[in-house]
């Protein structure tokens, strides 16, 4: 009781219960600081545009742009380029070179080279014709599995457990990726533990990362933070990659959230190449340029060069004789402004 | 050049989207901005909805006179955290351009008609390169202290990031109030999402953006400039956020004063609405 008028007293005057205990205060600023957002020191960017971004090109790209373009990527600093897919040329005529590209690409000491492999055929193609890592593709939604690939997703995990178990004897790593993991362009919205199991799946049995796809581009801070938490429960932050479609315009946002949830690994396409195959005329992939000169700009490190990236970019535009999806590049385009520019960002 | 008559039916289309602020005009010199020479009489055209207001910019007396005799019940004046950019786009200094607005806003206090304040360059300048954030806050706090009811925290170049963002914001905010803030972001790198995201996380509450991403960058040929409104609003409404805005609507808004523009959209949702079948199934995912 003999307490009781000093509580009372602090209940009623915050000033009071500061003065009677000044480290109250302290210990209140750290926590408000504590609430801020961390960010990772390092993102690793993994380079889609080769493969994924291509694929998804209306023209047929001559494979000598196409080589051209890696070898470009290979000097940027980009720690991971996915060069090609060993599918079959009847569903993917894009990439019916790929066997040549993987062989005439300088392979730089310092990147990787992941291709895609769908099935046993086309891993011992892709190791055949040199591959030293390799990816396979699932996906949230039963409806897209069946579409894309032509089966279930049981049964594309079960083509993918014998890659993987093959690809492990040959101590040769297999990316995971997952489709849908925000939408599906046939059954809308995808649960976020329809997700995580199928992602769970993928690295249980030996993918030593997964990569999840917002394949549409529908996803906002939303729901990446939802499909995040139930799939870290699942499988740990670092063994997780984000590849954001910027057809809404929310892929930056989307990417922002996923660094604050602590996934360190972004996909992207230089230039955005790679448009939506199901919402004509829109874009696809996020390109390179604009999330490096977001995480550049947050201080976090990349090793990648910018303006690099900006150059392979234009390359490829004017062999496509397209416009880059890049706002960096274009912005860039404007030389004297650029320079002053180069004061604020790099 | 727009023609008054569409400009008064892309406001009028906007007055019925639940947008709660419509800027509608400048008071500016035809002399300076030609397009906006028509101030008077859009603003006297246009079917004022009684949920919205309709801010018009006065960037000195004499435009606040005009604008007031045309019936403007609400005013905004523009303002720089760069010096050099202050005098290149309104011919003086910041101090200046202060004495100017202050006589403005103290005129409209005594009119009882509010004033926004907004400030350019907070975030880079193409003149100047960056711009300290203890210099945009001592400008936004002048503006504040002399009666701005809410500054607007322009990044006039898109140049901003969310690290610059948010060390801009932390130094603004420990002069003046979150609820008196706003973040007006360009999309001229891509980062006004990004950007805009940040400024929610640090408390503001309140954010521009212009329909179909109108306006482009002076300063960087054929880069766009204001992010869109249908792009944030997509964004905010799949994080639950409330806005009283109806999507659909601004996305008619927009495809009506592209069609009159003859341009396209800068808007990628609005984009990839264009695609009908996917739209109805993407319907239950976001709207």
Same mark, same amino acid.
């Given at each position: 009781?003999?307490?009781?008028?000093?509580?009372?007293?602090?209940?009623?005057?915050?000033?009071?219960?500061?003065q009677?205990?000044?480290?109250?205060a302290?210990?209140?600023?750290?926590?408000?600081?504590?609430?801020?957002?961390?960010?990772?020191?390092?993102?690793?960017?993994?380079?889609?545009?080769?493969?994924?971004?291509?694929?998804?090109?209306?023209?047929?790209?001559?494979?000598?742009?196409?080589?051209?373009?890696?070898?470009?990527?290979?000097?940027?600093?980009l720690?991971?380029?996915?060069?090609?897919?060993?599918?079959?040329?009847?569903?993917?005529?894009?990439?019916?070179d790929?066997?040549?590209?993987?062989?005439?690409?300088?392979? /730089?000491?310092?990147?990787?080279?992941?291709?895609?492999?769908?099935?046993?055929?086309?891993?011992q193609?892709?190791?055949?014709?040199?591959?030293?890592e390799?990816?396979?593709?699932? /996906?949230? !939604?039963?409806?897209? !599995?069946?579409?894309?690939?032509?089966?279930?997703?049981?049964?594309s995990i079960?083509?993918?457990?014998?890659?993987? &178990?093959?690809?492990?004897?040959?101590q040769?790593?297999?990316?995971?990726?997952?489709?849908?993991?925000l939408? &599906?362009?046939?059954?809308?919205?995808?649960?976020?533990?329809?997700?995580?199991?199928?992602?769970?799946?993928?690295?249980?049995?030996?993918?030593?990362?997964?990569?999840?796809g917002?394949?549409?581009?529908?996803?906002?801070?939303?729901?990446?933070?939802?499909?995040?938490? /139930?799939?870290?429960?699942?499988?740990p /932050?670092?063994?997780?990659a984000?590849?954001?479609?910027?057809?809404?315009?929310?892929?930056l946002?989307?990417?922002?959230?996923?660094?604050?949830?602590?996934?360190?690994?972004?996909?992207?396409?230089v230039?955005g190449l790679?448009?939506?195959?199901?919402?004509?005329?829109?874009?696809?992939?996020?390109?390179?340029?604009?999330?490096?000169?977001m995480?550049?700009?947050?201080?976090i490190?990349?090793?990648?060069?910018?303006?690099?990236?900006?150059?392979?970019?234009?390359?490829?535009?004017?062999?496509?004789?397209?416009?880059?999806?890049?706002?960096?590049?274009?912005?860039?385009?404007?030389?004297?402004?650029?320079?002053?520019?180069?004061?604020?960002n790099?």
């Open positions: 009781m003999g307490n009781f008028p000093t509580t009372v007293k602090h209940c009623l005057s915050y000033e009071e219960l500061i009677d205990y000044p480290w109250l302290r210990w209140l600023q750290e926590e408000k600081r504590a609430l801020t957002h961390e960010y990772p020191e390092y993102v690793k960017i993994v380079e889609v545009g080769p493969r994924d971004g291509l694929q998804n090109e209306k023209e047929m790209v001559p494979t000598g742009v196409k080589i051209q373009l890696i070898d470009m990527l290979s000097e940027t600093g720690p991971v380029i996915e060069a090609t897919s060993f599918v079959s040329s009847k569903w993917v005529p894009q990439m019916a790929h066997t040549e590209v993987l062989q005439a690409i300088h392979r /730089s000491s310092h990147v990787r080279y992941p291709v895609l492999t769908p099935n046993m055929h086309g891993f193609d892709a190791v055949a014709a040199g591959a030293t390799v990816a396979v593709f699932g /996906s949230a !939604s039963e409806t897209f !599995s069946r579409k894309n690939i032509n089966c279930s997703i049981d049964e079960l083509r993918f457990e014998e890659v993987i &178990c093959t690809a492990k004897q040959r040769i790593p297999v990316r995971g990726y997952v489709s849908c993991a939408g &599906c362009p046939y059954e809308g919205p995808i649960e976020s533990t329809k997700v995580a199991e199928v992602v769970k799946r993928l690295y249980e049995l030996g993918c030593y990362e997964v990569s999840l917002d394949t549409i581009g529908v996803g906002t801070p939303g729901s990446m933070a939802k499909m995040l938490h /139930s799939v870290m429960k699942e499988v /932050s670092s063994a997780l984000v590849h954001c479609h910027d057809t809404y315009g929310q892929a946002a989307n990417i922002l959230t996923a660094l604050q949830m602590g996934i360190c690994t972004v996909d992207s396409s230039a790679g448009g939506c195959p199901y919402a004509q005329g829109a874009s696809g992939n996020v390109s390179t340029e604009d999330v490096l000169y995480l550049h700009g947050m201080g490190k990349t090793g990648v060069d910018l303006s690099k990236v900006i150059e392979a970019g234009d390359f490829i535009c004017k062999a496509l004789n397209r416009k880059t999806n890049s706002k960096v590049a274009q912005a860039r385009g404007d030389y004297s402004v650029h320079c002053r520019m180069k004061k604020i790099t």
